[in-house]
């Protein structure tokens, strides 16, 4: 059974204090891993999509990499409108599923 | 583009009664996802189509569940009868085509008294 595990369920960081997120999966046949960031009382913002081992994507504060058992996403220096939940996922060969973690709370002090 | 747009946001309804969520995905996307988040469950995929064709629907729980897209920028989920156990933020999200990133709408808030 494809199954994707998040941890920590929660962080609490302090402004400008910079920390990793991981996204362990047992799928099989990946066919791409994605994060999405939730704010309260809103849908998923998508972030990133990693397919292969090795890849790695950026965009501000953030960075995604991936391996081939996990994935992490690193936020450099975060501020307090980092603070969100942020969600992985990944899509297998069979179809166009999505399979969720439960995600991680991330809230950043000031 | 607006996104993918759902209504109502909020929906408070007697057990027993029918509901119906509804959803416009964004123009040109060819895949629509319907998915139920709750904090026991997080989120859980129930059906999604792809130009318009439900593909795979074996995440939706019981009968009472039911989903269409009669065109390509629109679809409902129903639920009919409802229970307090339906209660959730129901999500829909749609696609360019298979295997990309999915853009989520903002979610009904559905409860079930």
């Known amino acids: 059974e494809d199954q994707v595990t998040q941890s920590p369920e929660a962080l609490r960081l302090q402004e400008g204090e910079s920390s990793s997120l991981n996204c362990s999966y047992t799928?099989?046949?990946?066919?791409?891993l994605f994060w999405y960031r939730q704010d309260p009382g809103k849908g998923p913002e998508f972030l990133f999509t990693?397919?292969?081992a090795g890849e790695e994507k950026e965009k501000e504060r953030l960075k995604a990499t991936l391996t081939k058992k996990e994935s992490f996403l690193h936020i450099t220096a975060p501020k307090p409108e980092d603070s969100a939940t942020y969600l992985c996922?990944?899509?297998?060969?069979?179809?166009?599923?999505?399979?969720f973690g439960a995600g991680t709370i991330l809230r950043v002090k000031s | 583009d607006a996104g993918v747009i759902q209504s109502p946001r909020h929906e408070v309804t007697e057990m027993g009664q029918e509901v119906t969520l509804r959803c416009k995905p964004i123009?040109?996307?060819?895949?629509l996802f319907w998915y139920r988040q709750t904090m026991m469950r997080g989120l859980e995929l129930l059906i999604y189509?792809?130009?318009?064709?439900?593909?795979?629907d074996s995440g939706m729980p019981e009968d009472r569940f039911s989903a269409k897209m009669p065109n390509a920028s629109f679809s409902t989920l129903k639920i009919q009868p409802s229970e307090p156990r339906d209660s959730a933020v129901y999500f829909c999200?749609?696609?360019?085509?298979?295997?990309?990133?999915?853009?989520f709408g903002q979610g009904t808030r559905l409860t079930v008294v």
């Open positions: 999200a749609s696609s360019i085509k298979t295997g990309t990133e999915a853009f």
């Open positions: 996922a990944v899509r297998t060969e069979y179809g166009n599923k999505l399979v």
């Open positions: 799928v099989s046949g990946l066919r791409g």
């Open positions: 990693l397919y292969s």
């Open positions: 123009s040109g996307h060819n895949s």
């Open positions: 189509f792809n130009n318009n064709v439900p593909i795979d």
